[in-house]
T-cell receptor, first 118, second 110 residues
């Protein structure tokens, strides 16, 4: 199957700093990428959807000025958590969707990035 | 009411048991139904995918979709300790946005 990578896999930072997380589709071009947040023992919560070359679409309640998303190429999307605070500590997961091929499900997930803000 | 309901468990079974995992949903426009497996501290892995109603089998896994009842199931035969994980049901309409269930934590005891 297709491979999606995330970097870093975990990060610890001080409150007030900004953290950038990269999401890459390694062997396919992703027309759309998604960013999710997952709290312990809870499901995935979609934060935003990004299409290459256009502005991200944020879900209700997600601050777009705090969670900056850039989808500069068909293989790379970045999520920047600006002025991070302890409540931003979470597991962030990206996924990438290849161009739809018939009725196939083509959304592939990255391994996630664990963020701890002290 | 959530769009997708899934019992979070945990569900504990002995090795070799048949496991039944279920989700219900409220949006009749959902057409694509998925099951993901997520190991602790890892991203979800697509396990099964079904379009519209019907059954789909892949090895020890069988996915069923009953659109009339808005109910989907995942069966795991001959469960193994390595199947211990969180199983997330997911579904979407023809668009891009996927809605996930809360996930059911499964423990298979050796």
């Amino acid at each position: 199957g297709a491979v999606v990578s995330q970097h870093p896999s975990w990060v610890i930072c001080k409150s007030g700093t900004s953290v950038k997380i990269e999401c890459r589709s390694l062997d396919f071009q992703a027309t759309t990428m998604f960013w999710y947040r997952q709290f312990p023992k809870q499901s995935l919560m979609l934060m935003a959807t990004s299409n290459e070359g256009s502005k991200a679409t944020y879900e209700q309640g997600v601050e777009k000025d705090k969670f900056l998303i850039n989808h500069a190429s068909l293989t790379l999307s970045t999520l920047t958590v600006t002025s991070a605070h302890p409540e931003d500590s979470s597991f962030y997961i990206c996924s990438a969707r290849a161009p739809l091929a018939g009725a196939q499900e083509t959304q592939y997930f990255g391994p996630g990035t664990r963020l701890l803000v002290l | 009411q959530k769009e997708v309901e899934q019992d979070p468990g945990p569900l504990s079974v002995p090795e070799g048991a048949i496991v039944s995992l279920n989700c219900t949903y409220s949006n009749s426009a959902f057409q694509y139904f998925m099951w993901y497996r997520q190991y602790s501290r890892k991203g979800p892995e697509l396990l099964m995918y079904t379009y519209s109603s019907g059954n789909k089998e892949d090895g020890r896994f069988t996915a069923q979709v009953d659109k009339s009842s808005k109910y989907i199931s995942l069966f795991i035969r001959d469960s193994q300790p390595s199947d211990s994980a969180t199983y997330l049901c997911a579904m979407r309409t023809g668009g891009f946005k996927t809605i996930f269930g809360a996930g059911t934590r499964l423990f298979v005891k050796a």
